[in-house]
């Protein structure tokens, strides 16, 4: 069953889970091209979560901030292609939760090894805020944290599984949030991570 976070904020559980196996194959394909990597935060720290991205856009961040840019920096050549399958379920996710239209350019890939976490933040560096977020988690739990408009506001925990994909937009998109550590196991295809594919519309 779905489930509302906020008015504007949906889990589809479940929603990705008959199709996994064939998104972990073309996750694998998108990390041959443009492998993982720990990116550092203009702060200086490395994240904790390994990252990369598919599709016109990618997130990076680095001593000179957080942006989208059209090549990778550590190989100088474009994102790699993002997959139909990939498009196909961030599209039918958004129009489930009533976002006609939904056209992401850019597909950010979190990987979260043992003790690897995400702090509360706001996902603000696209261009257009009216864009819904759609997130689809695969291999081990983990906790989300839903947070409010205001660093300081209480936070919900919702429990993310193999298969969920969240659709947020409207007046959640700038809420805050953050992940933590994934739950210690052993998932079939992922082994001990959690993957999470971030679909947003970076530039307008
Ligand atoms: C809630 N990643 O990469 S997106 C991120 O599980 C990030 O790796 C999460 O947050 C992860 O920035 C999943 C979930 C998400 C995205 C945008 C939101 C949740 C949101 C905007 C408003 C509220
Ligand atoms: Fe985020």
């Known amino acids: 069953a779905n489930e509302t976070l906020g008015t504007d904020a949906m889990v589809l559980r479940?929603?990705?889970?008959?199709?996994?196996a064939a998104l972990w194959r073309a996750i694998q394909a998108v990390l041959a091209q443009a492998p993982l990597r720990?990116?550092?935060?203009?702060?200086?720290?490395?994240?904790?979560?390994?990252?990369?991205n598919c599709g016109q856009w990618g997130w990076v961040t680095d001593k000179a901030g957080y942006?989208?840019?059209?090549?990778?920096?550590?190989?100088?050549v474009a994102w790699p292609a993002m997959p139909l399958l990939f498009r196909q379920i961030a599209q039918t996710?958004?129009?489930?939760a009533g976002y006609a239209r939904f056209e992401p350019d850019a597909c950010l890939i979190n990987c979260y090894g043992p003790g690897a976490r995400m702090a509360l933040h706001q996902d603000k560096?696209?261009?257009?805020?009216?864009a819904p977020i759609v997130s689809v988690s695969l291999g081990l739990t983990a906790h989300f944290l839903f947070g409010g408009l205001h660093r300081t506001d209480s936070v919900r925990k919702v429990l993310l599984v193999h298969g969920d994909v969240v659709v947020w937009g409207g007046q959640d998109r700038l809420r805050f949030h953050g992940v933590a550590t994934p739950v210690k196991g052993e998932h079939r295809l992922c082994g001990n991570q959690r993957f999470n594919l971030t679909f947003r519309r970076a530039k307008a």
């Not at 990116?39 to 990252?51: D, Y």
């Not at 560096?125 to 009216?130: I, K, M, N, P, Y």
């Open 14 to 20: 479940g929603f990705a889970l008959a199709q996994d």
């Open 38 to 52: 720990r990116m550092k935060t203009p702060g200086g720290r490395l994240m904790s979560a390994e990252q990369t």
């Open 67 to 76: 942006r989208y840019a059209d090549r990778d920096p550590l190989t100088g």
């Open 93 to 96: 996710a958004a129009e489930q």
């Open 125 to 130: 560096d696209e261009a257009d805020l009216g």
